[in-house]
């Protein structure tokens, strides 16, 4: 089974809770308990639970790797968020590969080392709410979305389509397409 994973980060609410006693005497005849809770800005959880998003690929021939054509998409949404009104997103992993120059320039995830080489996973990210796709390298680095903004209270599409890293079939070299990465969410 070929797959490609996403795993999702997630800041959950965080509590705490101070209690102060007050003794009016030293026989401590009454006592005050004066509680304050804290919710840090910037908490959400995610709709998909920890599990994150799985890409299955199945199999991919060099002809639709080459022609950049086999994607899957799917999508997440963050609940219960707490003084969050945008996000930022960016995507890092330990396997990827820069194409220098052409349609698929940038840096992208790649198969885990073992697996096949010569195609990589080009990531492209849209808000529900505009449905305009924005590429998002694996370089770790917020995604540049210019003046539109990710806003929690839509879904967030993840789309990830096979493209080569080479420049001719005999280059590739089948395996598996497993990979990892982590798409980090920044709360704004």
């Not at 209690?19 to 009016?24: I, K, Q, T, W």
């Not at 003046?147 to 993840?158: A, M, N």
């Not at 089948?174 to 980090?184: H, I, P, Q, R, Y």
Request: glycine residues 10%; positive net charge; contains cysteine.
């Amino acid at each position: 089974m070929n797959k490609f994973n996403l795993k999702g980060k997630s800041v959950f609410i965080t509590g705490s809770l101070c209690a102060v006693m007050l003794s009016g005497s030293a026989l401590a005849e009454k006592v005050d308990f004066t509680a304050s809770t804290h919710i840090n800005r910037g908490t959400c959880t995610l709709s998909s639970g920890s599990d994150g998003l799985t890409y299955e690929f199945g199999n991919v021939t060099p002809v639709e790797a080459f022609a950049g054509t086999k994607n899957v998409e799917q999508s997440f949404k963050l609940n219960n968020c707490v003084a969050v009104n945008n996000m930022s997103l960016s995507l890092s992993s330990t396997s990827t590969a820069d194409i220098a120059s052409g349609a698929y320039q940038g840096k992208w995830v790649v198969p885990a080392t073992g697996g096949a080489t010569g195609v990589a996973f080009r990531t492209e990210v849209k808000n529900g709410a505009t449905g305009t796709y924005y590429s998002l390298q694996a370089d770790n680095k917020t995604m540049n979305t210019g003046t539109e903004k990710f806003s929690p209270e839509w879904s967030v599409y993840i789309k990830t389509t096979i493209v080569p890293t080479v420049d001719a079939y005999s280059k590739m070299v089948s395996g598996s397409l497993n990979s990892t990465a982590v798409v980090n969410i920044t709360y704004l």
